[in-house]
């Protein structure tokens, strides 16, 4: 099968090219999984985070990819869930232990054996993919491949952000970068939240206007003020100012959401403005968002499909994967990136 291999972790400022393409050997499933012949995957920041080294990959090489739509092409002798030709999803949850205290309660992304797809586990830049049949999904038919792939990953972990939130109807929430996931969670909020008002602080002047046409009554650079004080905000950036900027916009006992991996490095130092009084004193509260569960994906992809959204896409083919996550680390976004896999 042709595969875009991770060989070594970089920076893309030094290597535009990271990723090769290669021809590898077809997986084979084993008793309960299912070879999926890959038709989408979406492109993720978190690709970026494996990539240069913020979340590697526990081996190298590696197939990146976790936002991942096919079609059952071989199922394993135990596997009995899905039929020959069922299109399904894969996202970045890829197995989990079962057993820990953490699956137990239901909070299986908090496993401390969570394996992810793509990072460890060969993931959907392929022809091909295997996972086990119990963490894959049917995929809605009103979604066509490319749409329903940023809904695995970029639109599930804005399902789980808004929860975590806390929004209630008519409180004031703000997103802070506005890419793949958070243009979904704009959309969500326009049909959940009707009477809530959202704020969207982004760098790139094309993802403010973009996030107004969406319905946002407000965007800015994420070094201005609100113009009101925010009741939840979710903040999807890679980089640390983007949280002093947050506490600073938040009302007392309003909770910060941070959807990140990891942050970089590079604006670091921007922590040592915190301050005490104005950032975090009056019960404000910051709370991360650590990977997916099953159950965020599948009720995710219903309400989906209920509300009929549907995610802005850019398709690529697979062999142009290194321009798609070049354009992503330099904020060339409008929606999500999707490689479309022959």
Not at 29 to 43: D, Q, T
Not at 159 to 187: E, I, P, W
Not at 233 to 259: F, M, Y
Request: net charge negative; glycine share 8%.
């Amino acid at each position: 099968m042709k595969a875009m291999v991770l060989n070594e972790l970089c920076g893309l400022e030094e290597n535009q090219a990271p990723l090769e393409l290669t021809e590898l050997p077809d997986p084979i499933p084993s008793a309960n999984e299912i070879l999926i012949r890959v038709s989408a995957c979406g492109v993720c920041h978190t690709e970026l985070d494996e990539i240069e080294g913020r979340t590697h990959p526990p081996r190298l090489p590696i197939v990146l990819g976790h936002q991942v739509v096919g079609r059952i092409e071989a199922t394993g002798s135990e596997a009995n869930t899905f039929r020959i030709g069922d299109r399904v999803g894969i996202a970045w949850i890829f197995s989990v232990c079962g057993t820990c205290k953490f699956c137990l309660a239901g909070n299986e992304n908090l496993c401390p054996d969570f394996k992810a797809a793509g990072r460890d586990a060969n993931g959907g830049y392929a022809q091909y993919m295997k996972v086990a049949e119990g963490f894959a999904y049917h995929i809605p038919h009103f979604f066509n491949d490319s749409e329903a792939a940023p809904l695995l990953c970029a639109g599930a972990i804005g399902y789980r952000s808004l929860r975590l939130s806390g929004l209630k109807d008519g409180q004031n929430l703000c997103l802070t970068g506005f890419g793949a996931s958070c243009h979904l969670v704009l959309k969500m909020v326009k049909h959940q939240y009707p009477n809530t008002k959202v704020f969207v602080f982004a760098r790139s002047v094309k993802e403010r206007e973009f996030s107004g046409k969406l319905g946002a009554v407000w965007s800015g650079d994420i070094e201005e003020d609100s113009p009101e004080k925010l009741d939840c905000i979710i903040d999807t950036t890679p980089a640390w100012l983007s949280v002093i900027e947050s506490l600073k916009n938040l009302e007392p006992g309003g909770r910060l959401v941070i959807n990140a991996i990891g942050k970089e490095e590079a604006d670091k130092e921007s922590l040592l403005g915190l301050d005490y009084p104005v950032h975090l004193w009056l019960e404000k509260e910051i709370k991360s968002v650590a990977n997916i569960c099953r159950k965020d994906v599948s009720e995710f992809l219903a309400l989906a499909a209920e509300m009929r959204i549907k995610p802005e896409i850019q398709e690529f083919a697979l062999e142009d994967a290194n321009e798609a996550l070049v354009e992503l680390k330099t904020r060339r976004i409008r929606g999500a990136k999707v490689l479309k896999i022959d």
